[in-house]
């Protein structure tokens, strides 16, 4: 593919490191999955497409006891899934702490919604619209937002997910 010999080295070194990683994160995926096993109300968090055992284990551990939260916004703010703003009469008039909240949620349901875009077709084709209307980041952090909101519920109530009830 490359005519220079030094370009080629470059990409069969870049290949080498890219398939020891891979080695590497299957082998701390094993451990883990070993030593740490999804509990029952967060069983059903597999039926999401895009959250696979790692992220279902980390939104488990990171989450806790799901009866804790009064709301499922409390739980979207808890996730840092909302914006912090506060707006009255259209006008910022300040913003809240951006680091209340649990960071590690926040990576979990952004990591879940790009999985979710790339599985799903129906979030594919709403994370498309929102697109439009503004860019890219704020697309996906808002149906990492719908993603959380879902999660929430299907821990709570013990469903499964419904991309029908997600994307009406």
Not at 19 to 45: S, T
Not at 66 to 93: A, D, L
Not at 94 to 122: D, H
Not at 155 to 165: A, G, L, N, T
């Amino acid at each position: 593919m490359f005519s220079d010999k030094h370009l080629v080295m470059s990409a069969q070194s870049n290949c080498n490191v890219m398939e020891f990683l891979d080695c590497q994160i299957d082998a701390i995926e094993k451990a883990v999955i070993k030593e740490v096993k999804l509990r029952y109300p967060f069983e059903k968090l597999l039926t999401v497409p895009g959250i696979g055992n790692i992220l279902g284990i980390t939104i488990m551990l990171e989450s806790g006891e799901i009866n804790r939260f009064q709301s499922v916004s409390n739980y979207s703010s808890y996730c840092r899934c909302v914006s912090s703003k506060k707006v009255s009469n259209g006008k910022k008039k300040g913003e809240n702490n951006k680091k209340n909240g649990n960071k590690y949620l926040a990576w979990a349901y952004v990591e879940a919604a790009n999985f979710m875009k790339r599985y799903c077709p129906q979030a594919r084709s709403w994370h498309q619209r929102k697109v439009s209307k503004t860019n890219q980041i704020v697309a996906t952090k808002a149906l990492s937002n719908k993603v959380a909101r879902a999660c929430y519920f299907i821990v709570k109530d013990q469903i499964d997910f419904d991309s029908k009830m997600l994307f009406r």
